[in-house]
């Protein structure tokens, strides 16, 4: 059974902390894996990684795949208190139309 | 900036009854998703549909549940005889083909008493 585990389960950091959060994985045919946040309601879209070593940047948040020891990690730098969310990470498996398995997330609360 | 819109953002019903949750997915995708968050849960997966048919559903995705699009814009999911156990946070998602990201709805939280 494909299975996503997240790490840590919560974290409560302060402004301007840099934090990093953890996913590590197992599922059949890998295609990709995917980084949501997800405040009030829908998990909008942050990163997808299909290749090792790749680092994926947008502003202060990076991630990066390493698909040999099947993890991957979101990082956060010089963090604000909007980036208190849950950080939800997906993977997709190459057996059809992107059914994402989602981890339990990691639930990020930044105090001011 | 385009979004997919569900509706009604939250629903009570009676165990028993019938409903439907509506998505309008964004104009351009072709692949549409219903997944369900019990609350305090993962993120589940339910169902994905292309070309006018389910090309994956889970297992929790049983007869008591059918997506159709019924015409060229709305995506729906119907509950035949909803159970305490259906309450959860319903999420529409759709991508523009099969290997991209999918971008979520804001949710239907149905509740089931």
């Known amino acids: 059974e494909d299975k996503v585990v997240q790490s840590p389960l919560s974290l409560v950091v302060h402004e301007g902390d840099t934090v990093t959060l953890n996913c590590s994985y197992e599922?059949?045919?890998?295609?990709?894996l995917l980084w949501y946040k997800q405040e009030k309601k829908a998990p909008t879209f942050l990163f997808m990684l299909?290749?090792?070593?790749i680092e994926k940047k947008s502003g202060r948040l990076s991630s990066i795949l390493d698909k040999k020891e099947l993890f991957s990690i979101l990082n956060i730098t010089a963090t604000q208190t909007g980036d208190s969310a849950i950080y939800l990470c997906a993977v997709e498996a190459d057996t059809g139309f992107q059914k994402l398995v989602f981890g339990t997330g990691t639930r990020l609360l930044v105090s001011p | 900036e385009p979004e997919v819109t569900q509706t009604p953002s939250h629903q009570v019903t009676q165990m028993g009854q019938e409903v439907i949750l509506r998505c309008v997915p964004i104009?351009?995708?072709?692949?549409f998703y219903w997944y369900r968050q019990i609350l305090g849960q993962k993120v589940e997966f339910l169902v994905s549909?292309?070309?006018?048919?389910?090309?994956?559903k889970s297992e929790i995705f049983d007869d008591q549940f059918s997506v159709e699009r019924p015409d060229g814009s709305n995506f729906t999911l119907k509950i035949r005889s909803t159970k305490l156990e259906d309450s959860a946070m319903y999420f529409c998602?759709?991508?523009?083909?099969?290997?991209?990201?999918?971008?979520f709805g804001q949710g239907t939280r149905l509740t089931v008493v």
């Open positions: 104009s351009n995708h072709l692949y």
């Open positions: 299909t290749s090792s070593g």
């Open positions: 599922v059949t045919n890998f295609r990709s």
């Open positions: 998602a759709s991508s523009d083909w099969g290997r991209t990201e999918a971008f």
């Open positions: 549909f292309y070309n006018n048919e389910i090309s994956e």
